[in-house]
C-alpha cells in the first residue's frame, strides 16, 4: 500500500510559543499510526522541534541548493542535516510566485535534495486561468517533467508529490473530489509513462489547497489522493489531527 502522508505547511506563521505548543498538542492527542504526519515548520523552529517526537517528522519549508558559501540568508542542506532535518518542501506555488522560483531552479534544488538524501514534497499546480482554459493537465505534468527530469527511478522512494491548485490555497475554495481525483490519476498516469507502473503505484500523492477537517474525508476517499499538505487548517491542532484522522 501507498504511504499516507499528512504534512501541515506552517508558512511564515506562529511566535516560538505558539510553534512549541502546536507541536506539543499534536504529539500528545496524536494516536493515529497509519498515517506518516510531518509538520514543515519555519526555518527558526526546526532545531528545537527537530527529533522531539517519534510520532511527528519536521521538516524544512525551504533550503538554497548549494552545500555552503556566500548566499547571504539562505540555508543548505548540510546544514539541514546537520540539525536531525530529512525532509524539504520543493516548488511551493508561493516560492514560484513570490521569490521567482522557476522551473529549472526547482529541478536544481530537487537534485540537491536527492544528493543530500533528503526526502521531498515535490509541489505542483495550475492556476486559474491555465484551469479555465483547459490545460491544467499538461501545465501540471510540464512542471513535473522538468523538476524530475534525469531523476532515476530509485530516487522516487524519496519523493512525494502535491497536488495543489494555486486557486484552491488559502482561499477557502477547495477542489472538488472529482477535480482532486481526476488530476492525482493523470499524474500518476504520466508517472507510469516516465517510471513504470511499480514506481507509479508506490508514489504518495498528496493533495493541498484549503484542505480541511470538514473536507478531507471526501478528499482522502479518492483512490489517487494518498494524503493532504495542509496549511491554514495545520495551525489548529485539533483541525489538523481531525484531517489526520480522516482516512
Ligand atoms: P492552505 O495551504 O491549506 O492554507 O490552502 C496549502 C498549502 O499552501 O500548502
Redesign the pocket.
Known amino acids: 500500500m501507498r504511504k499516507r502522508i499528512v504534512a501541515g505547511?506552517w508558512?511564515m506563521n506562529l511566535t516560538a510559543e505558539e510553534a512549541v505548543n502546536l507541536f506539543n498538542e499534536i504529539e500528545e492527542k496524536l494516536t493515529v499510526t497509519d498515517v506518516d504526519v510531518r509538520a514543515y515548520a519555519p526555518s527558526i523552529y526546526l532545531q528545537s522541534l527537530s527529533g522531539k517526537s517519534k510520532k511527528v517528522t519536521v521538516g524544512a519549508q525551504n533550503f538554497y541548493p548549494s552545500s555552503k558559501g556566500a548566499f547571504t540568508g539562505e540555508i543548505s542542506p548540510t546544514q539541514l542535516r546537520s540539525i536531525g532535518i530529512n525532509t524539504v518542501?520543493i516548488g511551493?506555488?508561493?516560492r514560484r510566485d513570490l521569490f521567482g522560483e522557476n522551473n529549472e531552479f526547482i529541478h536544481t534544488k530537487v537534485k540537491s535534495a536527492l544528493e543530500n538524501e533528503l526526502d521531498i514534497i515535490l509541489?505542483c499546480g495550475e492556476s486559474l486561468e491555465t484551469r479555465d482554459a483547459g490545460n491544467e493537465v499538461e501545465f501540471v505534468t510540464g512542471q513535473l517533467s522538468s523538476a524530475l527530469n534525469g531523476v532515476e527511478s530509485e530516487s522516487m522512494k524519496n519523493i512525494a508529490i502535491?497536488y495543489?491548485p494555486i486557486w484552491?490555497?488559502?482561499?477557502?475554495r477547495?477542489a472538488t473530489s472529482q477535480q482532486a481525483e481526476d488530476m492525482h490519476l493523470a499524474i500518476r498516469n504520466w508517472l507510469v509513462s516516465k517510471y513504470g507502473s511499480a514506481i507509479a503505484e508506490s508514489t504518495s500523492i498528496l493533495y493541498?489547497?484549503?484542505?480541511?477537517a470538514g473536507n478531507a474525508k471526501e478528499l482522502f476517499a479518492c483512490p489517487n489522493v494518498d494524503g493532504?499538505?495542509?496549511?491554514?487548517?495545520?495551525l489548529d491542532a485539533e483541525a489538523f489531527l481531525t484531517i489526520i484522522s480522516s482516512y
Open positions: 505547511n508558512k518542501l511551493h506555488s508561493e509541489c502535491a495543489e484552491a490555497i488559502g482561499t477557502g477547495t493541498g489547497g484549503s484542505c480541511n493532504g499538505l495542509i496549511g491554514g487548517a495545520s
